[in-house]
Every structure is written in C-alpha cells, then in structure tokens.
C-alpha cells in the first residue's frame, strides 16, 4: 500500500489496513446410500486487508477435527458455541447438526457475520474461515477452521499488559472523559505506525511498539472497554487528499453520546516522540466523514460536538457523582466576603457542630478530596482539608447557623459548602445525607 501524505500539511497521515471478505469458494459431492442422499459442502472466507503486497495471498489447507464436542438442533445454535472457540483461538473444531443440510448452506457467511456484529475485537483478530459439512439429514457433521491474527497465549498477553498499564493511568476517581482521554494519549505516545505494512494487532502494538491502524483500533477497543467506557472499531476507508484505501478507526460512547475517534491519525509519520495530537479525537460524523467512510448503518451515530477545550481544562461538574449528597440550588454571582445562613427545620445539638462538619472549600479542593462519600464524614480526614471557612454561629433556637469566611473569595471562582452528617439535631439525629451547595463568585 503506498504511503498517504495528507493534502496541505507537511505531515503524513496514516491509512492502514482492514478486515473485508475476500473470497468464498463453495463445492459440493452428492452419492446416494441406503436410499438416503449423503452431501458434502465446503466454503472457505478469507478476511484480509488489501495489500498489494497481499494480492495473491490464500487460505492455508484446513485441517479439520472429526470429534463433535457439541450437538445443535437449531443454526441459532451453532452461533454462540463458534465464538466460544474463536474467543479461546480453537483452529479445528467440529459441531454435530441434527437440522437439515439446506440450513447451512450459508454458514460460514452468516458465522462471519454473527462475529463482526457481537465482537469487533474478535472480528479484526481472524484472519479468515473455513468450514464443510457432510451427512445426511438430521446427521450432519460440521467441521470448522479458524484462522487467527494471534495466539490464546498472545492475547493473554494483551489482557495482562492492558491491565499493568491501566492500572498506571487510570484512578477510580477519573470520569470518562479522562480514561479517554489518558488511554489515546498513552496509545498516541507509546505505539509507532507500521510502515512495513505487517503488524495488524494490538499485541503487536503492545510487545513491538509498532502496528498499523488496525492495531491502533483493537488496542483502543480493549483498554476503554476494560475501563467501562463502551467502543466500536469502525471498519471503513479514508482519504487524505491522494487515494483512498481501507481504514480503522473507533467510535467512543461517553455519557450515552458517541464520537470518533482514529488513534492512528492522531499520530502521523514520521513519528515524533511525546507527539500527541488531538486533530481526529471526539470528532461527529461530519466532521470525520470529510475524508473517512463508512457503512453508517452499521454503527452508532455520533451527532454531538464535543468541547475540546475540555481535554485540558475538563469541565466535569455534570460528570461528577453526587448522587451520595443532598445538592442545594447553585447560587451564582456572589459578593466577595459573603456570609452564609443555613436554615434548619429542626434545632441542631451545638456540641455537634464545629468546623470541620460545617465548611467551605474551593470547588478543586472538593473534587480532589470529597471523590468517596465516607472521607466527608471522618473528622480526622475533614481536619487536614483546606477550608476556608472559619466561624460558625447559631441564632437563639439553634436552629440557623452562620459560616464566616477566613478571607474573600477570589472573582470567578467556584467554591461549596459542605455540611456532614456529623451534624445532629438537638434530638441526636442525623441528616439522611451530607449536604453540599455550590456557588461561583461574581
């Protein structure tokens, strides 16, 4: 595949390559015994990218085992057992059909398909298909091989270092937004493009550092789906201004939207080390869809725009979890040295409250702080966050209290105020839940 270079820029783009149906052969041999009619059918599918380099490529001779592990009734049946194999990268394997022999006249197609739409991962890592069936009906052997981009113990490998390296990256506190963003720069910064045109997965990617697009994609799938933030590969093309040739990208769901976004392209040649751009990350369909395609009824659509200027400076308040607290309405535009009231229903136990059940912190030291519900309840943890709060008084029913701030709050700025429920009222009870306000000063 000859290199792209990306029309009015000095860097070169990546196009790479992709899994489509090759080629199908299909032959059949019809004898008659004991009146029963005994047919034999082969079909072979090879999933490959076109590559010049690749043009005269062929199926390897399937070796095919003659031993049923399991009987279907159905062809729904046979479906979900074949990717149990494929999953554990089984190269033979043999299913006994009690249906009849028309049912699998389009098998290996139709298995192709039931694992491109269950398993886009699984899809990129077989290399292609192949199958006969023979017998009569209601006695049918069917006599699968796999071939496959890489091991069981190769993509355990993947498996053990995704996990070393999320477990680097990614903290539990992090929104989606975050694991994304970490996990493409990490891919972006720590894997080169392929320029021989060889490597194809995400274990090539992890154990040489080098892949083409292909291996960008599964490796992105696998390290955001690991981390709950749902991918798609999207199987396509894409054209840099020069020709058009076969592509992989990914498709990100974060907060039930979805965006684009292509890791490869994100990382052009010649590689730069400590380069990441930012240029196809997040992206709706028509903003992609300039120069890359796709069959879009195969995918989910991404419509909405995503703001970048979130990547650096994420504004996360909608993506914070607070279900844990009682939120009272935001109160913007407030003065510099505001004084709060807050208001009980019931009078509250004085011994109860001092100033680190009842306070005000920047909302950074919030979010920094307050990420487990249990530390806004502990006293000695409460006692090392920075407060800005100093006083707090109480009115003659105890039942309004009064928080001071030790200096001005800084213009713009967005601050709240915490009250845990180590606060009682005067009857020893506590609040159901810690209550929290946000402000943002005027």
């Known amino acids: 595949m000859g290199k792209m ?21 299909a032959s059949s041999d019809i004898s008659r015994n004991n009146n029963k009619k005994f047919r034999q059918e082969s079909t072979q599918i090879l999933n490959k990218n076109i590559l010049y380099s690749e043009e005269n490529q062929t199926i390897t001779t399937p070796v095919y085992k003659s031993y049923a592990e399991y009987s279907c009734f159905s062809k729904n049946q046979i479906f979900p057992i074949v990717k149990d194999y494929c999953l554990n990268r089984e190269e033979s394997f043999t299913i006994n059909y009690t249906g009849n022999f028309e049912d699998l006249r389009n098998i290996i197609p139709e298995i192709r398909d039931y694992i491109q739409k269950s ?32 091991t069981k113990d190769q993509e355990n490998f993947v498996d053990s270092k995704v996990d070393s390296i999320l477990s680097s990256i990614i903290t539990p506190s992090m929104t989606q937004d975050k694991k994304e963003k970490a996990i493409h720069d990490y891919i972006v910064s ?9 490597k194809f997965t995400a274990y090539e990617a992890l154990y040489s550092g080098e892949t083409v697009c292909q291996g960008y994609a599964m490796l992105a799938y696998k390290m955001l789906n690991k981390v709950g933030v749902e991918t798609r590969i999207v199987v396509g093309q894409a054209n840099n201004g020069s020709s058009t040739e076969n592509h992989a990208w990914n498709l990100v769901n ?37 120069n890359h395609f796709w069959n879009k009824a195969d995918y989910p659509e991404a419509y909405t725009i995503y703001d970048m200027g979130s990547i650096n400076n994420p504004n996360e308040e909608n993506q914070l979890d607070l279900s844990g607290f ?22 509250v136990d004085l011994s109860s409250v001092n100033e680190n059940n009842v306070f005000i912190v920047e909302e950074s030291e919030f979010k920094n702080k307050f990420t487990n519900i249990e530390n806004i309840n502990n006293e000695s943890y409460v006692n090392n966050v920075n407060k800005l709060s100093r006083t707090v008084g109480y009115n003659a029913d105890k039942k ?9 709050y800084e213009s713009g700025k967005s601050y709240y105020i915490i009250i845990t429920q180590n ?6 009870e506590k609040i159901p839940k810690p209550v929290i306000m946000k402000f943002i000063v005027q």
């Not at 290399?127 to 890489?150: A, V």
């Not at 009682?326 to 009078?347: A, H, P, R, S």
């Open 5 to 25: 270079k990306k029309i009015a820029t000095s860097i070169i783009l990546l196009i790479c390559l992709t899994l489509v149906p090759f080629g199908v052969t």
């Open 119 to 150: 398993d886009d991962y699984l899809a990129n890592s077989i290399k292609s298909y192949s199958g006969r069936w023979q017998g009569y009906d209601g006695n049918i052997s069917l006599q699968l091989n796999m071939e496959y981009r890489t």
């Open 190 to 198: 720590h894997v080169v493009y392929d320029r021989s045109l060889t």
């Open 254 to 290: 974060l907060n039930g939207k979805w965006y684009q976004m292509d890791c490869t392209w994100d990382d052009p040649i010649p590689d730069v080390k400590g380069r990441v751009l930012y240029d196809y990350y997040n992206l709706t369909d028509a903003q992609i869809g300039q």
């Open 326 to 347: 009682k939120q009272i309405d935001e109160k913007k535009d407030v003065v510099l040295n505001k004084m709060w009231n807050i208001d009980f229903t019931k009078g």
């Open 400 to 408: 309004l209290l009064t928080i001071t701030p030790t200096n001005n």
């Open 423 to 428: 606060v009682l009222s005067i009857y020893k």
